[in-house]
Protein backbone atom coordinates (compact mmCIF):
# COMPACT_ATOMS: atom_id res chain seq x y z
CA UNK A 1 0.00 0.00 0.00
CA UNK A 2 0.72 3.75 -0.12
CA UNK A 3 3.14 4.79 2.71
CA UNK A 4 5.34 8.20 2.97
CA UNK A 5 8.85 8.25 4.97
CA UNK A 6 10.08 11.80 6.60
CA UNK A 7 12.40 12.91 8.58
CA UNK A 8 11.59 12.67 11.98
CA UNK A 9 13.63 15.07 14.14
CA UNK A 10 12.93 17.19 15.85
CA UNK A 11 14.97 19.70 14.19
CA UNK A 12 16.34 23.05 15.67
CA UNK A 13 17.35 25.98 14.06
CA UNK A 14 18.55 29.19 14.04
CA UNK A 15 16.62 31.64 12.76
CA UNK A 16 17.52 32.60 9.29
CA UNK A 17 19.12 29.50 8.77
CA UNK A 18 18.43 27.01 5.76
CA UNK A 19 15.75 24.38 5.88
CA UNK A 20 15.78 20.74 4.12
CA UNK A 21 12.91 18.43 5.65
CA UNK A 22 13.16 14.90 3.68
CA UNK A 23 10.44 12.94 2.31
CA UNK A 24 9.85 9.98 -0.09
CA UNK A 25 7.27 7.77 -0.88
CA UNK A 26 5.31 5.08 -1.89
CA UNK A 27 3.09 4.88 -4.19
CA UNK A 28 1.05 3.15 -7.10
CA UNK A 29 0.09 5.12 -9.86
CA UNK A 30 0.52 8.97 -9.95
CA UNK A 31 -0.16 10.26 -6.47
CA UNK A 32 -0.72 14.15 -5.58
CA UNK A 33 1.57 15.18 -2.81
CA UNK A 34 1.06 17.41 -0.20
CA UNK A 35 2.76 19.15 2.97
CA UNK A 36 0.88 20.16 5.86
CA UNK A 37 1.91 22.38 8.86
CA UNK A 38 0.05 22.43 12.22
CA UNK A 39 0.98 25.49 14.49
CA UNK A 40 1.12 25.09 18.19
CA UNK A 41 -2.29 24.99 19.34
CA UNK A 42 -3.94 24.90 16.07
CA UNK A 43 -5.50 22.13 13.35
CA UNK A 44 -3.51 21.15 10.15
CA UNK A 45 -3.09 23.97 7.33
CA UNK A 46 -2.32 22.71 3.71
CA UNK A 47 1.25 24.33 3.32
CA UNK A 48 1.67 23.41 -0.48
CA UNK A 49 1.13 20.52 -2.98
CA UNK A 50 2.41 19.68 -6.34
CA UNK A 51 0.03 17.02 -8.45
CA UNK A 52 2.49 15.76 -11.19
CA UNK A 53 6.07 14.94 -12.09
CA UNK A 54 8.40 18.14 -11.80
CA UNK A 55 5.63 20.49 -10.46
CA UNK A 56 7.22 22.59 -7.86
CA UNK A 57 4.76 23.45 -4.76
CA UNK A 58 5.00 27.12 -3.06
CA UNK A 59 3.93 29.21 -0.05
CA UNK A 60 5.28 31.43 2.43
CA UNK A 61 9.07 30.54 0.83
CA UNK A 62 8.54 27.20 1.26
CA UNK A 63 9.33 24.65 -1.72
CA UNK A 64 9.18 21.35 -2.55
CA UNK A 65 9.68 19.85 -6.19
CA UNK A 66 7.79 16.42 -7.08
CA UNK A 67 10.48 14.00 -7.94
CA UNK A 68 9.15 11.12 -9.40
CA UNK A 69 12.33 9.32 -10.21
CA UNK A 70 13.60 9.63 -6.64
CA UNK A 71 10.25 9.36 -5.29
CA UNK A 72 10.56 12.49 -3.14
CA UNK A 73 9.00 15.47 -2.13
CA UNK A 74 11.36 17.35 -0.01
CA UNK A 75 10.68 20.87 1.37
CA UNK A 76 12.93 23.81 1.67
CA UNK A 77 12.97 27.21 3.08
CA UNK A 78 16.35 29.25 2.50
CA UNK A 79 15.68 31.40 5.58
CA UNK A 80 13.64 30.01 8.38
CA UNK A 81 11.96 32.38 11.16
CA UNK A 82 11.01 31.86 14.33
CA UNK A 83 6.86 31.83 13.45
CA UNK A 84 8.02 28.70 11.44
CA UNK A 85 8.12 26.33 14.16
CA UNK A 86 5.55 24.04 13.99
CA UNK A 87 5.00 20.31 12.92
CA UNK A 88 5.29 19.49 9.43
CA UNK A 89 3.86 16.66 7.62
CA UNK A 90 4.50 15.21 4.10
CA UNK A 91 1.56 12.92 2.78
CA UNK A 92 0.27 11.90 -0.47
CA UNK A 93 -3.08 11.11 -2.02
CA UNK A 94 -3.03 8.37 -4.30
CA UNK A 95 -6.49 7.07 -5.18
CA UNK A 96 -9.66 8.44 -6.12
CA UNK A 97 -11.41 9.20 -2.70
CA UNK A 98 -9.13 11.76 -1.56
CA UNK A 99 -7.57 9.94 1.41
CA UNK A 100 -4.31 11.03 2.62
CA UNK A 101 -1.74 9.45 3.69
CA UNK A 102 0.82 11.03 6.13
CA UNK A 103 4.18 10.68 7.30
CA UNK A 104 5.24 10.99 11.04
CA UNK A 105 5.37 14.27 10.97
CA UNK A 106 8.56 16.73 11.72
CA UNK A 107 8.94 19.23 14.69
CA UNK A 108 10.48 21.81 14.20
CA UNK A 109 12.26 24.71 16.71
CA UNK A 110 13.44 28.21 15.13
CA UNK A 111 15.38 29.75 17.94
CA UNK A 112 15.66 33.94 17.66
CA UNK B 1 -16.34 31.40 6.27
CA UNK B 2 -16.24 28.69 9.38
CA UNK B 3 -13.81 26.04 8.90
CA UNK B 4 -13.37 22.67 10.36
CA UNK B 5 -14.78 22.63 13.95
CA UNK B 6 -14.45 19.76 16.44
CA UNK B 7 -15.70 19.39 19.75
CA UNK B 8 -14.42 19.02 22.51
CA UNK B 9 -10.94 19.74 22.42
CA UNK B 10 -9.63 17.95 24.81
CA UNK B 11 -10.84 14.88 26.66
CA UNK B 12 -9.75 12.61 29.53
CA UNK B 13 -11.63 9.63 30.46
CA UNK B 14 -11.11 6.58 32.11
CA UNK B 15 -10.72 2.66 30.59
CA UNK B 16 -14.12 1.64 29.95
CA UNK B 17 -15.82 4.81 29.61
CA UNK B 18 -17.74 6.02 26.44
CA UNK B 19 -16.52 9.03 24.27
CA UNK B 20 -18.22 10.83 21.79
CA UNK B 21 -16.20 13.44 19.53
CA UNK B 22 -18.22 15.99 17.35
CA UNK B 23 -17.21 17.51 13.82
CA UNK B 24 -19.04 19.90 12.01
CA UNK B 25 -17.69 20.13 8.68
CA UNK B 26 -17.28 23.09 6.12
CA UNK B 27 -20.22 24.14 4.98
CA UNK B 28 -21.58 22.34 1.59
CA UNK B 29 -18.48 20.17 1.47
CA UNK B 30 -19.90 16.47 1.03
CA UNK B 31 -16.60 14.55 1.77
CA UNK B 32 -15.68 13.99 6.02
CA UNK B 33 -13.22 12.17 6.92
CA UNK B 34 -11.71 11.26 10.37
CA UNK B 35 -8.33 10.67 10.82
CA UNK B 36 -6.24 9.69 14.34
CA UNK B 37 -2.91 10.33 15.30
CA UNK B 38 -1.41 8.10 17.76
CA UNK B 39 1.61 10.04 19.82
CA UNK B 40 5.13 10.18 18.00
CA UNK B 41 3.44 8.26 15.46
CA UNK B 42 1.71 8.92 11.70
CA UNK B 43 -1.95 10.46 11.22
CA UNK B 44 -3.89 7.77 9.82
CA UNK B 45 -6.76 7.50 8.09
CA UNK B 46 -10.32 6.28 10.01
CA UNK B 47 -12.56 6.46 7.52
CA UNK B 48 -14.55 8.77 5.07
CA UNK B 49 -17.83 9.97 4.93
CA UNK B 50 -19.82 10.96 1.29
CA UNK B 51 -22.68 13.40 2.51
CA UNK B 52 -24.31 10.66 4.75
CA UNK B 53 -22.43 7.54 3.72
CA UNK B 54 -19.84 5.94 4.84
CA UNK B 55 -17.52 5.30 1.23
CA UNK B 56 -14.34 3.87 3.35
CA UNK B 57 -14.33 2.70 6.79
CA UNK B 58 -11.21 0.36 6.21
CA UNK B 59 -9.00 2.38 8.89
CA UNK B 60 -11.71 1.90 12.07
CA UNK B 61 -9.46 -0.09 14.23
CA UNK B 62 -11.97 -2.48 15.39
CA UNK B 63 -15.74 -2.55 16.33
CA UNK B 64 -15.13 -0.08 19.42
CA UNK B 65 -15.18 2.56 17.23
CA UNK B 66 -18.70 3.99 15.45
CA UNK B 67 -18.62 6.35 12.72
CA UNK B 68 -22.17 8.57 11.82
CA UNK B 69 -23.16 11.28 9.92
CA UNK B 70 -26.74 11.67 9.98
CA UNK B 71 -28.54 13.94 7.30
CA UNK B 72 -24.79 14.68 5.37
CA UNK B 73 -23.56 17.41 7.63
CA UNK B 74 -22.04 16.58 11.49
CA UNK B 75 -20.23 13.96 12.10
CA UNK B 76 -19.62 11.65 15.48
CA UNK B 77 -17.02 9.28 16.54
CA UNK B 78 -17.98 7.72 19.83
CA UNK B 79 -15.47 5.20 21.53
CA UNK B 80 -17.55 2.55 23.63
CA UNK B 81 -15.40 1.46 25.64
CA UNK B 82 -12.39 3.32 25.43
CA UNK B 83 -8.91 1.44 26.49
CA UNK B 84 -5.83 3.07 27.10
CA UNK B 85 -4.55 2.41 23.30
CA UNK B 86 -6.89 4.48 21.94
CA UNK B 87 -5.76 7.87 23.65
CA UNK B 88 -4.34 10.30 20.60
CA UNK B 89 -5.11 13.40 18.70
CA UNK B 90 -8.28 12.62 16.69
CA UNK B 91 -8.80 14.74 13.48
CA UNK B 92 -11.86 15.73 11.11
CA UNK B 93 -11.09 16.94 7.56
CA UNK B 94 -13.66 17.96 5.28
CA UNK B 95 -13.55 18.78 1.29
CA UNK B 96 -15.77 19.51 -1.97
CA UNK B 97 -12.91 18.06 -4.20
CA UNK B 98 -9.74 16.57 -4.71
CA UNK B 99 -7.98 20.52 -4.67
CA UNK B 100 -7.83 20.77 -1.00
CA UNK B 101 -9.06 18.99 2.45
CA UNK B 102 -9.56 21.44 5.26
CA UNK B 103 -8.76 20.10 9.00
CA UNK B 104 -9.93 20.84 12.23
CA UNK B 105 -7.54 21.35 15.02
CA UNK B 106 -8.14 17.76 16.90
CA UNK B 107 -9.25 16.21 20.12
CA UNK B 108 -6.89 15.10 22.24
CA UNK B 109 -7.62 12.14 23.96
CA UNK B 110 -6.43 10.64 27.14
CA UNK B 111 -7.33 7.50 28.35
CA UNK B 112 -6.49 6.48 31.54
Known amino acids: GDSVTQMEGPVTLSEEAFLTINCTYT??????LFWYVQYPGEGLQLLLKATKADDKGSNKGFEATYRKETTSFHLEKGSVQVSDSAVYFC???????????FGKGTLLTVNP | EAGVTQFPSHSVIEKGQTVTLRCDPI?????LYWYRRVMGKEIKFLLH????????ESGMPNNRFLAERTGGTYSTLKVQPAELEDSGVYFC??????????FGQGTRLTVV
Open chain 2, 27 to 31: SGHDN
Open chain 1, 27 to 32: ATGYPS
Open chain 2, 49 to 56: FVKESKQD
Open chain 2, 93 to 102: ASSQDAAETF
Open chain 1, 91 to 101: ALNGGSNYKLT
